[in-house]
């Protein structure tokens, strides 16, 4: 079986003023199959989010592997994990994040200028992946003049823009009420079902419960993890 | 990657134009400093062209020689009557002792009443040789101007200057008229063109009209006028004996211009041991102007650059305050993978947009200093005339003339102060964590 991603024995230290060291991540080691829908779940302080961020490539390990798309990325600069950000990994926050001064297909468009590409095909596929998340007659609209449920559509394909190697999404229906979210969890599904591995940090039950498999994180440390086994 | 820039610029301006006063403001402050470079510099080009040109018209060439009026107890003469000044002995002895003489163009002035009928005009009048046109860069408009022959036989004839024939010829040919000096008359064979008057430079240069000159054969004038000038004041009678007034000397090239000023030095002291002349030199004068200008172009650009300097100063206020308050923007851009040079080039492209935008509007206020000056100068003309008739003439009459230099200078310089005071906003913009970016409010 393939993996999409793979870490391995990973800790993060962070050393406050004073000296005071916090071990946010205590040794963690997890592999993540082509087309797995992982849900991450734990306290806060717990470590989840440290986690996210290290998988996202928005922060480097104190210590441990980091394997993405079969490419170990524990190691590279701060130049070198942009770039592999903009080109292998998507994102879904949980406050939308799009920018509020650009209009849907520019926000869509966002990880492809990062990327050098804005050519004309980059701009339909803009086009046609908000046509997908069902905005297709919002192309110009600005964030402010979009529902919650909308934007978190609109990043949605932004998150699909590049055709990432692992989407995560850290609390996507956090900011949503219980139907809105239900489509976007339906979405992400959908999407999941289409091949896309996802890996999403949530702390509601029935939310975890939609994914394949669910981990609990505790002081750092992985506490269950229900096997990938169901998982083929 | 031509059009990653465009895009770059594209986005900056969007955001630029999201909060349009800000954005307005710092503009304001690039804008008065690009204004002021071009005025101030346009300004003091105009003050220090206005006296280059005047010591230019006296000729880097020339050495001009004058009669200056001595301390009242050191004349020769006795009685009422004070003799100083060049002698026609002196011309003799700077003609044939000077080697390396060019011309010497001999002058006498005299300021008498001219009449033309019922018409009087006051005027200068200058006994002079026919050299004397070329020297003084005149022109002739109408008729011709004096000719050797004219002073070989001293006859009586006059070329006057353009206003004086306006005065006494206001609906007539002047040539061929008689105007009456005293009690001699002379036709009139010529009129000189208008001619800028100078104003006085240093020495004993006093400022001359050209205009209202009346220019006859220096023979005619000796042996018509005399040395001789009685002025009758409140009872006492005063009289000047002056044999010449000015002698310009011309030599052949602007190098010799030190030396031969020293010969003429060493011959005039000898007969002038109460130093009734003066010598004036335009080359020196126009070192001391260009010196002058210099300084004063320091001194401008000094207060230029402290303008510009706070206006970048705004400039990077307003950019603190636009990284702070875009964090999560920033937060974002770094997510979604833009590397911290992109971020830098976003930031310093919105400062390089508002401070080019702040230059080329100074640029283009910047030249509109001559409309704005005159009509400054006819508004307060028409408020407060006695304030400005009291103010002298060379900074009333004062034409900014706008210096390409400036303009160019000005506006590379505002861009220069953006990317100067862009780069600490956009680097520190860069340099933020992406996770805490994120997760600010």
């Known amino acids: 079986m393939k993996l999409a991603a793979r870490v391995v024995d990973v800790r993060k230290d962070y050393v406050l003023k004073g000296g005071i060291v916090v071990r946010a991540l205590r040794g963690v080691s997890i592999d993540f199959p082509e087309g797995d829908f992982v849900a991450i779940m734990g306290h806060s302080g717990s470590g989840k989010s440290t986690l996210l961020n290290l998988l996202g490539c928005l922060d480097r390990a104190s210590d441990g592997q980091y394997i993405l798309g079969g490419q170990d990325v524990s190691q590279l600069n701060d130049d070198e994990l942009s770039g592999i950000r903009c080109r292998y990994l998507g994102f879904i926050f949980q406050s939308y994040n799009l920018i509020p001064q650009l209009t849907v297909v520019e926000n869509i468009e966002l990880p492809l200028y990062y990327q050098g590409n804005n050519s004309l095909a980059a701009k339909a596929r803009c086009v046609e992946l908000a046509r997908m998340v069902g905005l297709g007659d919002r192309l110009d609209h600005r964030p402010f003049q979009l529902s919650g449920g909308q934007q978190q559509r609109v990043a949605i394909a932004r998150a699909l823009v590049n055709n990432p190697h692992v989407i995560l999404a850290d609390e996507p229906t956090g900011n949503l009420d219980s139907a809105t979210g239900e489509e976007i969890m339906q979405m992400l599904e959908a999407l999941n079902g289409a091949g896309k591995t996802i890996i999403m940090v949530t702390h509601e039950p029935d939310i975890a419960a939609r994914a394949h498999r669910t981990i609990r994180m505790r002081d750092g440390l992985l506490e269950t993890h229900s096997p990938a086994s169901a998982l083929s | ?441």
Not at chain 2, 203 to 225: E, H, K, M, V
Not at chain 2, 308 to 319: D, P, Y
Not at chain 2, 388 to 395: G, H, K, S
Not at chain 2, 421 to 439: N, Q, T, V
Request: glycine content about 8%.
């Open chain 2, 1 to 441: 990657m031509g059009s990653r820039f465009l895009q770059t610029l594209r986005l900056g301006l969007k955001s630029l134009l999201l909060h349009k006063l800000r954005s307005g403001l710092a503009i304001l402050g690039i804008f008065i400093g690009v204004t002021a470079v071009i005025w101030l510099v346009a300004m003091g080009e105009g003050v220090s062209y206005q006296a280059q040109q005047q010591i230019k018209d006296l000729g880097a060439n020339n050495i001009i020689v004058r009669s200056a009026k001595p301390p009242s107890d050191v004349t020769r003469g006795g009685g009422f009557v004070i003799a100083y000044g060049l002698l026609r002995d002196d011309y003799d002895r700077i003609v044939s002792n000077v080697p390396t003489l060019l011309q010497a163009v001999p002058m006498r002035e005299i300021r008498k009443e001219i009449r033309y009928m019922d018409k009087v005009s006051d005027a200068r009048i200058v006994g002079c040789t026919a050299k004397y046109l070329d020297i003084n860069n005149l022109r002739v408009e109408r008729g011709r101007f004096l000719s050797d022959k004219d002073l070989e036989e001293a006859n009586n004839v006059a070329v006057i200057g353009n206003k004086a024939a306006a005065t006494l010829f206001p609906y007539e040919d002047p040539r061929g008229k008689f105007i009456q000096i005293e009690d001699q008359f002379y036709t009139v064979i010529g009129q000189t063109a208008s001619k800028t008057p100078s104003a006085g430079i240093g020495g004993s240069l006093s400022a001359q009209d050209y205009n209202n000159d009346i220019y006859i054969p220096l023979t005619t004038l000796r042996w018509r006028i005399g040395d001789m000038v009685i002025t009758a004041r409140s009872g006492s009678r005063e009289g000047e004996q002056v044999e010449l007034s000015q002698i310009t000397v011309t030599v052949r090239d602007i190098d010799q211009v030190d030396q031969t000023s020293e010969i003429i030095e060493s011959l005039l002291r000898k007969s002038h041991p109460n130093g009734d002349y003066a010598i004036v030199v335009p080359k020196e004068l126009l070192r001391q102007a260009e010196i002058l200008q210099m300084m004063f172009n320091l001194l401008l650009i000094l207060i230029a650059g402290i303008a510009l300097l706070v206006g970048g100063i705004g400039i990077m206020n307003i950019m603190l305050a636009t990284v702070t308050e875009r964090t999560r923007e920033i937060g974002i851009r770094r997510a979604l993978g833009a590397k911290q040079s992109d971020i830098v080039s976003q930031f310093l492209s919105e400062t390089v947009v508002l401070s080019a935008t702040g230059g080329a509007l100074g640029v283009f206020f910047g030249f509109l200093v001559n409309p704005v000056i005159s009509g400054t100068r006819y508004t307060f003309g028409r408020l407060f005339p006695d304030i400005l008739a009291a103010i002298p003439d060379n900074i009333r009459d004062l034409e900014p003339r706008i210096a390409a230099w400036s303009v160019i200078a000005a506006f590379l310089i505002s861009v220069a102060v953006g990317v100067l005071f862009g780069l600490y906003p956009a680097r520190r913009a860069a340099k933020m964590d992406p996770i805490e970016a994120l997760r600010h409010e």
